[in-house]
């Protein structure tokens, strides 16, 4: 079946520091890919995604590219900010939109 | 144009208990997903529903929980005699009618922590 993995938490970095979290799915046919975030105490909010290969998503300085070849879609980000820090969760969708979910990397910035 | 609205945001109960989990859609969003967030875990899909029909419930245990869309009002998840494990986080997400060719955007609520005594 379908899944994503992500890399384990938690990250820590210092402010202004460059992410990378990494994510690789497997999945029949061509899906969706996404990044979500949640904020402590929050629901989920969508933060990017790609629908095809080669397609770059990107919000808020964050940047993710569906790369087919390795099955990835690692998100980055150049300078990271303490309002950053939340659980970010790397995301697959077929068309039966069934949203399968990685475990979620836990992101500490420190000022 | 208000987002998905869960209720509560808390909920508390002691075992064998019900609990009722409420999800109002986006305005115009006729499809409702929702999906279950153990400690430290990621989400996992539970039941996709359209307005009076169940679409795919193979997330779903086989006992103790339902879920409905009825025609007029919010999606309910139903968990029947409730048992420890059972607490988590619930999140209900809607999204538009499909659009062909297109992936289908989840908006998701706040959730719902259920908490079992």
């Known amino acids: 079946g379908n899944s994503v993995t992500q890399m384990e938490g938690p990250v820590t970095l210092s402010e202004e520091a460059f992410l990378t979290i990494n994510c690789t799915y497997t999945?029949?046919?061509?899906?969706?890919l996404f990044w979500y975030v949640q904020y402590p105490g929050e629901g989920l909010q969508l933060l990017l995604k790609a629908t095809k290969a080669d397609d770059k998503g990107s919000n808020k300085g964050f940047e993710a590219t569906y790369r087919k070849e390795t099955t990835s879609f690692h998100l980055e980000k150049g300078s990271v900010q303490v309002s950053d820090s939340a659980v970010y969760f790397c995301a697959s969708m077929n068309r039966d939109d069934k949203i399968i979910f990685g475990k979620g990397t836990r992101l500490h910035i420190l000022p | 144009n208000a987002g998905v609205m869960q209720n509560p945001r808390h909920l508390v109960r002691r075992r064998g208990q019900e609990a009722r989990l409420r999800c109002s859609p986006m305005?115009?969003?006729?499809?409702v997903y929702w999906y279950r967030q153990l400690p430290e875990e990621g989400l996992k899909f539970m039941v996709y529903?359209?307005?009076?029909?169940?679409?795919?419930e193979s997330g779903m245990p086989k006992e103790r929980f339902s879920a409905e869309f009825p025609k007029e009002g919010p999606s309910i998840l139903r968990i029947q005699q409730v048992v420890r494990g059972d607490s988590a986080a619930y999140f209900c997400?809607?999204?538009?009618?499909?659009?062909?060719?297109?992936?289908?955007?989840?908006?998701f609520g706040p959730g719902t922590r259920l908490t079992v005594l």
């Open positions: 997400a809607s999204s538009p009618p499909l659009a062909p060719l297109s992936y289908n955007e989840q908006f």
């Open positions: 305005k115009g969003h006729s499809h």
């Open positions: 999945a029949t046919g061509y899906p969706s």
């Open positions: 529903l359209q307005k009076e029909n169940i679409i795919d």
